[in-house]
């Protein structure tokens, strides 16, 4: 009888593992990937576009990040030719063409429309947030887990998000970006229309953003996303003194 009792609670100890929630950092990383974070070297195109009922405003750029940093390169329209926005870690300068230094910025400042600075550069929310799995739901016919993100510090570009990721893909499909009060005050919507090889493996690769006010329906900006490759960065390439001479 005891050697019985032993035998179904270790049963019921590897039913229980083997229905164990999965661990909310690991989705993470699998998602950054598909945006391009914790990968050792890409480059890929941006065109931003933001509208709203009093008109549009194009942005067209460039960027290249490893596995910790991006360069956001400008490439039209014409006034913001050859600026750039260096990412290092968390920390965010602004540097432009007959500037004598690097200017410090933040990642949260709004770039055009909804887009802030930290949305153009490649996503790391498995370092830049402690995650939290809430539950498993249903969104856009897609079983998703809903993982609750909160900024490990005060350097990064949002206070507090929710984030779905797909099951099945392991993607990012859609996020809410809130306050520090707690007020929703945008959302986004994400396509994987892209793939790139890592590892001898196929990832799917964003293709689309598309970042809507939470009160205002008619602010609506979207990040399309093209020519993505993966290859080596110099590291120089991120050296502000460098920048600086």
Known sequence: MLKLKSTLALLALLAGAAHAAPDAKEILQHA?????????GLTWSIELEARDEEGEQKRSMT????????????LAP?????????MLGRNMWFVRPGLSKPVPMSPRQRLIGMASNGDVASTNYSGDYSARL????????????????????????????????SKKRGVGVKAEFYTLSGKLFKFAEFEYGNDIRHEGKKIPFVSKMTIHDAIDKSKITTLAYSAIKVVRIDPAIFNLNIRAD
Do not use: H
Not at 63 to 74: G, M, P, R, S, T
Not at 78 to 86: F, N, P
């Open 63 to 74: 960027v290249k990040a490893d596995a910790n940093n991006n360069i956001v390169e400008f």
């Open 134 to 165: 809430l539950k498993e739901e249903n969104i856009n016919n897609e079983d998703c887990y809903l993982l609750e993100l909160n900024a490990a510090s005060k350097g990064v570009t949002y206070d507090r998000i929710l984030y779905w990721v």
């Open 78 to 86: 014409e006034k913001v030719k050859g600026q750039q926005m260096v």
């Open 32 to 40: 950054d990937m598909a945006r391009g974070g914790g990968l050792p």
